[in-house]
């Protein structure tokens, strides 16, 4: 009989993150100094990470230790299940084979705190007793909080006010927690004065956010900054769930055909592809990892390909990356944690030499998907997690059409109890799929004046 529930022991967590750079064909452009434009080492890092962060931001080792103290807090909810996702399977009659690591159990809910822990340890080490951050939906901001609380340390969470305003249960768990948190612009920074004298009533964004968090730590020398996603040590402390997944998946007797996973930044997706993709990139093996973005959102499969800002307003280093500019305004759609205008280096440098896929989905497949998913196998998807299961659905399809056996593991990043009014739109018909005009498209593109590549 198939397991439905594989299973890990405790002293089965990964002793090493897997450094994916070591393995890379081309490796990541260097970031820029955002006023000369010239490379920048690790140094100018700095005023805002512990060393210790900067040292894996740059690493070509392929393997870092995961330091004791964090694989004891992994404890506390990993290693996480992967389930056999058999309900679905027989739901669309199917000959696929579908798998799915699920992240949710973890205390904030997602696949966050995996990185929220390590950053917030580093942090601690090197006596550092405050820490900012950004939020979207609050999915990061809970995590950041979390792991700053085991720790002893203060957080301050800069959160895109549209979102504390609309969901305040995720800003409750964050006070639960010990941290404060603002609604973005604030009038605390001269970031976020600037955007509010432009408009008072800004809605806040992701980028702003950053901004805010960002000046805040760059000014005061006892203040870290934090960061969710996106960079490389962020998707480096995500790898824990591909290693995982690779044991329970041999455990099974399997190996996938197809790895997918919603996209933001890119760290869930790096997290659970990276360790597969390591299979093609050293032994040719053939498996193809599929990032699923929104279609409002369409950075991978739209964007340009060049060097960016990753905030509003132009204080962090210039990235090669995928975006839609450092300006684009992505819709109000219902997956906040995947409003974000650009893609980590390291994804971005492996789609342009085509080693990954990606994919946009709209929204109304993408709920309509998560409703299916939850009346099989019973867990209520995040909205962000519900993008990699329309992507699952399309592949079980097209297996079915070709009458062919297809293996495909997917990343359950988040569970979606705190998202229940994006649920309520949904059932409500409030909801509508987007499709960007060109115009919309290149509205951040087409006044960018960073550099190309
Ligand atoms: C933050 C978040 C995302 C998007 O971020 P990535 O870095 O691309 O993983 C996706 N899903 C959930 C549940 C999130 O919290």
């Known amino acids: ?55 894996q931001e740059v690493s070509q080792d392929k393997w870092i230790a995961i330091p004791d103290e964090v694989r004891e807090v992994y404890k506390m909810w990993r290693p996480t299940p992967l389930f056999r996702a058999s309900n679905l ?16 159990v973890s205390p904030a809910g997602s696949h966050k705190p995996n990185t929220a822990v390590p950053q917030a340890y580093y942090n601690k080490m090197e006596g550092v007793k405050k820490i900012t951050t950004e939020t979207g939906a609050g999915q990061w901001g809970s995590a950041l909080s979390f792991a700053c609380q085991h720790f002893g340390i203060d957080l301050e969470v800069y959160m895109v006010k549209i979102s504390y305003e609309q969901k305040p249960y995720r800003k409750l768990l964050m006070n639960t927690w010990g941290a404060d948190v603002y609604a973005s612009p ?10 509010l004298a432009g408009d008072p ?13 960002v000046e805040r730590a760059a000014k005061d020398e006892g203040i870290n900054y934090a960061l969710g ?46 360790p597969f993709l390591q299979h093609k990139l050293t032994e040719n093996r053939n498996v193809r990892c599929i990032a699923v973005e929104p279609a409002s959102c369409p950075k991978l499969t739209q964007g340009e390909f060049r060097y960016d800002f990753g905030d509003t307003v132009g204080l962090t280093p210039l990235l090669p990356m995928y975006t839609l500019g ?22 971005s440098q492996l789609l342009k030499d085509k080693l990954i896929e990606a994919v946009a989905v709209q929204q109304l497949e993408c709920f309509a998907a998560g409703v299916k998913f939850a009346n099989a196998e019973g867990i209520l ?19 079915k059409k070709e009458g062919k056996e297809r293996t495909i593991l997917f990343n359950l990043c988040g569970h979606g109890y705190f998202d229940m009014s994006a649920y309520q739109d949904y059932f409500e018909g409030k909801l509508q799929d987007h499709h960007l005009t060109y115009d919309e498209l290149h509205s951040g593109l087409k006044d960018l004046d960073t550099p190309t590549i």
């Not at 750079?21 to 512990?50: Q, S």
């Not at 450092?326 to 994804?347: C, E, K, M, S």
């Not at 998807?381 to 297996?399: K, L, W």
Request: charged share 20%; proline share 9%.
């Open 89 to 104: 399977e027989k739901l669309l009659d199917t000959p696929a084979k579908i798998y799915y690591k699920y992240e949710g």
């Open 1 to 55: 009989m198939n397991e439905k529930k594989i299973t890990l022991s405790e002293d089965e967590i990964p002793e090493n993150w897997y450094n994916i750079v070591a393995d890379m064909p081309n490796k990541p452009l260097p970031p820029l100094h955002p006023g000369t434009k010239e490379p920048i080492g690790p140094e100018a890092l700095a005023p805002l990470f512990p060393m210790e962060l900067i040292k």
């Open 186 to 195: 604030t009038d605390k920074t001269d970031s976020g004065r600037k955007i």
């Open 229 to 274: 996603s996106v960079l490389n040590h962020v998707l480096l402390h995500q790898t824990v769930i591909g290693l995982e997944s690779l044991k329970q998946m041999e455990k099974a007797g399997d190996y996938p055909d197809v790895v997918i996973a919603p996209f933001g930044g890119g760290s869930n997706f790096a997290g659970i592809a990276f």
């Open 381 to 399: 998807p995040a909205p962000e997690a519900t993008h990699g299961i329309a992507q699952v659905i399309r592949e079980a399809e097209e297996a």
């Open 326 to 347: 450092h300006n684009f305004v992505p819709a109000a759609i219902h997956a906040g944690g995947l409003r974000y205008h650009g893609a980590g280096v390291i994804v």
């Open 201 to 213: 009533n800004s809605p806040g964004s992701l980028g702003i956010a950053i901004s805010e968090a």
